[in-house]
Structures are given as structure tokens and as C-alpha cells.
């Protein structure tokens, strides 16, 4: 899988719909004054600025492994301390009391060794608390593929993939529920009414589209947006009001460990 060059402005284009699952997530986080925190694969650090305030007096790190996040992150959240790592083999120093992340953790692959793996750096009692976009099989991401694979540009993204498909909930169950003295498994559909001309389009390319776009000259992301943007406008058309729906399905998940 490509890595992704993101874009912070692109992405933060739709933060008010983005920061509603972080908030849903935070508010099932059980620990009352945790020490050390730590937003793994933190982004521009909205998220994290929040933690900032839930926790006011912890020691709050952020981790990711974009430069041009980090960059917009220090500057907008100065009063956390953030660290370039790539999160895939990320490992705190001093054990953290809160693992917190947010759309993130989909984009690497091999939960089945990453999840134990979290659990097992937190302090006794700590808590893992993930929120993952679960949308592998939406019109959105699998048109991505499909698009890719025909027209001018489909021999520059040959192997391109994006986020590859997280497990299903009773696999989460079932690897993690031995290892935690709790956990907190659900998933909701959060109904994203975009507006602007194919504003699916403008989601994916803070998202799960760059991986296929950063490849391509000018010219060839013109032109792959406009096929994609036609193949998808069927499954997400505009509604009388000028109004698009989005249905997007994320999963929760909050682990605690032993003391």
C-alpha cells in the first residue's frame, strides 16, 4: 500500500462531520484523571487539543507519522508535545494510562498483532479507546479501486491500494475480550449531509483517495476524479435541497486492561 501525502486543509474541510466520532469515542473513555495520554496517529491535533481540555492536567502526546500534519499540530495545539513515528510500530517510552485514536488505526494492517500489541505497552488499568471509519465495502472506497484499474492512469496505479479492510466486530471480540479486563465493542452509521458539487468526492480526497491521486501528474488526477466522480454520483445523489447523504459506518472500540 502506497503511504498517503496528506493534506491537512483538504482533510480538516469536513472537520465538523470528522469530530463527532471523537467526541462520541472520548465520552466512553472511563478513566477520570489519567497521568499520560497519548492521541496515536494524532493528525493536525484537533483532536488532540481536545483531549487537552478533558484532561488538563495529564501529560499529552501526539504521534503521526505525517510531517505536514505534525507541523499544523504544533502550532494550533503548543501546549502538547507531539513526535513523528510511524504508528504501525510506535512504542511509548514510559507506558501510557489512555491510548487514544481516531480514524487512524484502519490504515494499518494486521490488527491481529497491533491491538494485542497496544494493549500490552499500557500502564496496569489503562485504557485503549479506537474509533475506525468501517466503510472497506461502501460504493465510495470500492469505486476507488474499480476506477483505478481502467482508463489512462491505470498503469501509474498499478498495486495502489487504500486502508485495507478492518476486522469484523465478533474478530475484535474474539482477539481482544481475553486479553482486557473490559471491553466496549459497537458501531454506528453517522448520516454526513455534505453539500457543494460531488462532495463525496471532496471527502474521499481528505481521505482514503489520496493514496490513488498522489501518483498522478495534473492532468491524470483531473481526469481520474471526473470518472470517479461519475461513477459514484448513483450511489450518492443530490436531493432536492442540494443536499448529499453520506451514510458512514465507524467502530468503537474501548479495551481496558488489568491492574
Known amino acids: 500500500m502506497a503511504r498517503a501525502v496528506w493534506d491537512p486543509a483538504q482533510y480538516l474541510r469536513f ?12 465520552a466512553q473513555v472511563p ?7 497519548v492521541d496515536l496517529g494524532c493528525g493536525t491535533g484537533n483532536v488532540t487539543a481536545i483531549l487537552r481540555r478533558r484532561f488538563p492536567d495529564a501529560e499529552i502526546a501526539g504521534v503521526d507519522s505525517s510531517a505536514d500534519m505534525l507541523k499544523r499540530a504544533r502550532t494550533d495545539v503548543p501546549d502538547c508535545r507531539f513526535e513523528r513515528a510511524d504508528v504501525a510500530g510506535w512504542t511509548p517510552k514510559t507506558p501510557p494510562d489512555l491510548i487514544y485514536s481516531n480514524a487512524a488505526l484502519h490504515w494499518v494492517p494486521d490488527h491481529t498483532t497491533l491491538f494485542p500489541r497496544l494493549l500490552s505497552v499500557l500502564a496496569p488499568g489503562g485504557c485503549l479507546a479506537v474509533q475506525m471509519p468501517a466503510m472497506h465495502d461502501a460504493p465510495f472506497r470500492a469505486l ?3 476506477v483505478a484499474s481502467i482508463g489512462k492512469w491505470a498503469k501509474c ?4 491500494g487504500s486502508a485495507p479492510a478492518i476486522l469484523d466486530a465478533a474478530a475484535y471480540w474474539d482477539l481482544l475480550r481475553p486479553l482486557t479486563a473490559s471491553l466496549d465493542l459497537w458501531d454506528t452509521t453517522y448520516t454526513h449531509a455534505l453539500t457543494g458539487d460531488d462532495p463525496v468526492v471532496q471527502w474521499a480526497m481528505g481521505t482514503s483517495l489520496r493514496p490513488f491521486l498522489d501518483p498522478l501528474s495534473p492532468e491524470k488526477r483531473t481526469a481520474f476524479l471526473a470518472a470517479y466522480a461519475e461513477a459514484i454520483r448513483p450511489h450518492y445523489p ?7 447523504l453520506l451514510p458512514f459506518r465507524r467502530r468503537f472500540i474501548v479495551a481496558l486492561a488489568g491492574t
Open 157 to 160: 496505479l498499478g498495486g495502489i
Open 31 to 37: 478513566l477520570a484523571q489519567p497521568s499520560r495520554v
Open 15 to 26: 472537520s465538523g462531520e470528522r469530530l463527532r466520532p471523537a467526541l462520541d469515542l472520548l
Open 238 to 244: 443530490k436531493h432536492a435541497d442540494g443536499t448529499t
Open 144 to 146: 476507488q479501486y474499480e
